[in-house]
Structures are given as structure tokens and as C-alpha cells.
């Protein structure tokens, strides 16, 4: 079947502009989760959906960033006022179970550049 | 702070030689999973063991945990050039509200 998919693949915007980024998760998958992920760097959390229970935003690192999920499917990242430090690849993920033992499927990811 | 380190950061083996990944963490978990990461693309989980268990094969792969010195290691047998990428580990930590932390990976390259 169909794996998460994100678009765009690459975004590349100017300082100070805002971006919006797609995940569309699996069919059936409840829970939603979008990391970033900088150059070798580990993955660091920002934002975590489960059903229509309130979002875990305890990862965003700033008030520029936003996400919702709309009819408990796809999902938009929302950065405003872009820096160059939120030049990263974006990855969202979705699994069956609202429980974070579960193992996560990814997408592609956003490769955003902010020049 | 890292909870998952991975150990070595990058690890080069020839073709058809095991590759042996290391992980250790710093708090009590839930369980433990293996992802992989090619170039470009997102992560694929590779395998999940919980803390109740010592050792998991999947396939050439085969997993262990050691609770007592907390540490994981992934190893594969019989390497292939396709298994060349990006290796991460992640724990899910006991507690309530904790989330799946990952290391930082190690990149293996298999030289045909």
C-alpha cells in the first residue's frame, strides 16, 4: 500500500518568508509525528498528533512553528518568518497505535533551505 | 543531551563482513528500535526489542539488550553493498509523556 508521503521534496525560500510543509500519513494510522533532522544530526521531535486528542507541542522550538492535522489525516508544518537555521530536512511519520512503542513509518521528507 | 548514542559514527566493511553497531542510553526504557536511512530518503524500521528481551533476529539482522550496562547492539551478517546507510537507534524511555528519542546514527558503507 501507500507510505507516508511529504511534499514538497525541496523547498528552498528567503529569510523572513513563510513555508508550508505536506505529510500525508498512512490510511488508518493515528498517530502523526513530525521531526527535523539537521545535517548529521539525530532526528529532533517538534510535534506529535493522536486522534482528535489536543497535539504534543512540546518539541517546537519556537512560536514560528505551527502544525495541524486536519479530519485526523494530513498534516501541515507551518514555519513563519523563516531563519537560516531552520534549514533542515523535515520528516514526518505515522503509526497504527497512539502508543510511542510502536514502530513509525517515515516519508521522504522536506529538504528546506532558507537562504 | 543525546539518550541513544551510537558508537562508532561511521563504520567501513567490505562486502559479505558483519557489521556490528553499538547503542547505549542513559535512562530506564520501554524498549529499544533500529531504524535505517538511505541517502535521501526517510527512515525504515528494522527492528524493536523491549526491555524484557535479550536478543531478536530478523532475517541477517540480529539485536541485542543489555539492560544492566544500557546498551544495544545491531549486527549484520553476511554484509552487502545495499546495506550501506545510516544506522540510528531510539529509546522510548519509561515514564509518563516520554517520547522515542534517537541517537544520532552511524553511517556504514559496504565496499562492493
Known amino acids: 500500500g501507500a507510505g507516508v508521503s511529504q511534499s514538497p521534496s525541496n523547498k528552498v525560500t528567503e529569510k523572513g518568508k513563510d513555508v508550508e510543509l505536506r505529510c500525508d500519513p498512512i490510511s488508518g494510522h493515528t498517530a502523526l509525528y513530525w521531526y527535523r533532522q539537521s545535517l548529521g544530526q539525530g532526528l529532533e521531535f517538534l510535534i506529535y498528533f493522536q486522534g482528535n486528542s489536543a497535539p504534543d507541542k512540546s518539541g517546537l522550538p519556537s512560536d514560528r512553528f505551527s502544525a495541524e492535522r486536519t479530519g485526523g489525516s494530513v498534516s501541515t508544518l507551518t514555519i513563519q518568518r523563516t531563519q537560516q537555521e531552520d534549514s533542515a530536512v523535515y520528516l514526518c511519520a505515522s503509526s497504527l497505535a497512539s502508543s510511542w512503542g510502536r514502530e513509525q513509518y517515515f516519508g521522504p521528507g522536506t529538504r528546506l533551505t532558507v537562504t | 543531551s543525546q539518550q541513544g548514542e551510537e558508537d562508532p559514527q561511521a563504520l567501513s566493511i567490505q562486502e559479505g563482513e558483519n557489521a556490528t553497531m553499538n547503542c547505549s542510553y542513559k535512562?530506564?526504557?520501554?524498549?529499544l528500535q533500529w531504524y535505517r536511512q538511505n541517502s535521501g530518503r526517510g527512515l525504515v524500521h528494522l527492528i524493536l526489542i523491549r526491555s524484557n528481551e535479550r536478543e531478536k533476529h530478523s532475517g541477517r539482522l540480529r539485536v541485542t539488550l543489555d539492560t544492566s550496562k544500557k546498551s544495544s547492539s545491531l549486527l549484520i551478517t553476511a554484509s552487502r553493498a545495499a546495506d550501506t546507510a545510516s544506522y540510528f537507534c531510539?529509546?522510548?524511555?519509561?515514564?509518563?509523556?516520554?517520547?522515542?528519542?534517537f541517537g544520532k546514527g552511524i553511517t556504514l558503507s559496504v565496499r562492493p
Open positions: 535512562t530506564s526504557i520501554n524498549n
Open positions: 531510539a529509546t522510548l524511555s519509561t515514564g509518563a509523556n516520554s517520547k522515542l528519542t
